[in-house]
């Protein structure tokens, strides 16, 4: 059995971790940065949290389908898609969006992948949900809230209008 | 003089039990879907390209060995490329100086270069059909990537080519195709043939004299036209052929100059094709001979493009290919 049940006010959690950003920027001395949005629901996030920032130019959309770390095991994510940066990430700073924060192996891809279009700055990571489970040491700096699954739980981000994240139970593990 | 024919039984090795690539020999018997699919890969990789760092870890730690039992500078240094750029170690075997000519059975070569770890053989050979030798051969896990078998096929450059006309065209269902010249010799024409069926191409002609036409090409459903400006009129796309002469026994032609008179691509002849028309050839090109220098270097020349979309292209069918291996071992280990 299947059950998708609404999980948070992702509206009102956008509206605080863009609050959260502005600070964290402001703290850190960062006058400038892009917005660069992890296939797909990162993408969608990165958008909305752009939109709620009042941020100028384009979101910067990362398939990180070339540099996950399973290649060994799984093999090629099919239907991978250009990544699609509008700008330079050379001495760039740059505000990394995802959906969900687990193993963290995402976020180690993405960094890397992003270090190839040139060395950036700096990068700030900024997650929707953290549902723990961690398998690297990689912490969101900006975080909209965290969750606690119960086992054979999944919880995924539904989009791009309107964002909704849900839960799906009894996924087998 | 007939093309040889491959059943559809042996087009199934190239793929896995979930329908993956797994080798890449023909694309006779390649599914539209799964064509797409590399298509798409390789935009990806030409993302890839413009890129300050030309590289992705995909096939870091694996053994790319390319075998050249024919000679070749374009394919075997953009497969080259393609496997750096996939951050695999690249392994060019020169057959001339290699062991074969001190009497190694290929099979004894392939076992020995096995034991070295190899995990995919990049295969040019003069005789049709031995990169689906070297497959059947391999063992499980091992990839095996043609990259041009006698007159079989050069199922790469059929792709590479594919990509060059879906990025000018934006697709091929409207298009009309005229592929000009020694259509006989040519695994590129055979192979693109496949390819534009597969990819649902609205009219695929072949404009040669009969002596560079294959036996019963019509069968592969295409039209034949014996003189240029007919099969040129109203064509998108226009694919002129290298004239292989290392390749014709006997007296096919009556001269280089007779064929050019004939066949080869002017500007002049070029208005019979669609003012928006794109010219290619798979090179190495016979200036003057098959094709002009004003076309060969003109505004609708886009041969320079497809030897760059061949890297991107190759990189796609290499980490699909290592892929469905991948994956076609975790179901053995799993059974």
């Known amino acids: 059995m299947m059950t998708e049940d609404p999980l948070v006010d992702v509206g009102s959690l956008l509206q605080s971790m863009a609050q959260k950003v502005t600070s964290l920027m402001q703290a850190r001395n960062i006058g400038h940065y892009e917005i660069v949005g992890i296939r797909s629901g990162g993408v969608w996030l990165a958008k909305a949290l752009g939109a709620e920032l009042g941020h100028r130019g384009a979101v910067g959309e990362l398939d990180i389908s070339f540099y996950r770390d399973d290649f060994t095991r799984i093999g090629l994510h099919p239907r991978v898609r250009p990544s699609a940066l509008p700008f330079a990430t050379e001495d760039q700073n740059l505000l990394l969006v995802d959906d969900v924060l687990m193993s963290g192996r995402t976020i180690r891809a993405a960094m890397n992948e ?11 990571l900024a997650v929707l949900a953290d549902i723990g489970q961690r398998e690297l040491p990689i912490q969101p700096d900006v975080l909209g809230c965290t969750l606690h699954l119960k086992p054979g739980q999944r919880v995924k981000l539904l989009g791009p209008e309107p964002l909704n994240l849900v839960v799906k139970q009894g996924v087998p593990t | 003089m007939i093309w040889p024919t491959e059943n559809k039984p042996r087009a199934a090795i ?88 001190k009497g190694e059975s290929l099979s004894d070569m392939l076992r020995n270069l096995e034991a070295m770890a190899v995990d995919m053989f990049v295969v040019r050979h003069v005789q049709s059909g031995s990169p689906h030798f070297i497959a059947t051969a391999v063992t499980p896990g091992v990839s095996v990537i043609n990259a041009g078998d006698g007159r079989h096929e050069h ?27 020694d259509i006989l010799h040519s695994r590129v024409a055979r192979s693109e043939i496949h390819a534009l069926k597969a990819l649902g191409a609205a009219e695929i ?80 090109m016979n200036r003057g001979v098959e094709i002009d220098s004003a076309v060969a270097d003109g505004a609708q020349s886009v041969i320079l493009q497809q030897v760059t979309n061949g890297i991107a292209v190759r990189m796609a069918v290499m980490s699909m290919a290592m892929s469905g291996q991948i994956n076609a071992l975790a179901a053995r280990g799993g059974q």
């Open chain 2, 14 to 101: 190239q793929l896995n039990h979930e329908g993956q690539l797994r080798h890449f020999l023909s694309i006779e018997g390649l599914k539209r879907e799964l064509l797409i699919e590399i298509l798409d890969t390789a935009e990806s990789f030409i993302e890839v390209g413009s890129r300050s760092i030309r590289k992705v870890p995909l096939l870091r730690g694996k053994t790319v060995a390319n075998l050249f039992f024919e000679a070749s500078t374009r394919t075997r240094s953009t497969f080259e490329l393609a496997a750096k750029r996939l951050s695999a170690d690249v392994l060019n075997i020169n057959i001339n100086t290699s062991a074969t000519t």
């Open chain 1, 114 to 124: 992003l270090f190839d279009f040139g060395r950036p700055a700096s990068i700030t």
């Open chain 2, 205 to 284: 002609r072949v404009i040669a004299p009969d002596t560079l036409l294959p036996v019963d090409v019509e069968s592969m459903g295409v039209k034949v036209f014996s003189t240029l400006d007919e099969g040129l009129r109203d064509a998108d796309v226009v694919v002129t052929l290298r004239l292989q002469k290392e390749r014709m026994e006997g007296a096919l032609l009556p001269s280089e100059h007779e064929f050019y008179r004939l066949y080869g691509l002017s500007a002049e002849r070029m208005r019979s094709a669609k003012p928006d028309a794109i010219v290619m050839h798979p090179g190495p």
């Open chain 2, 155 to 181: 199922p790469t450059q059929a792709m590479l080519d594919m990509l060059t006309i879906r990025q000018h065209k934006g697709g091929f269902e409207n298009l009309t195709v005229a592929i000009v010249g």
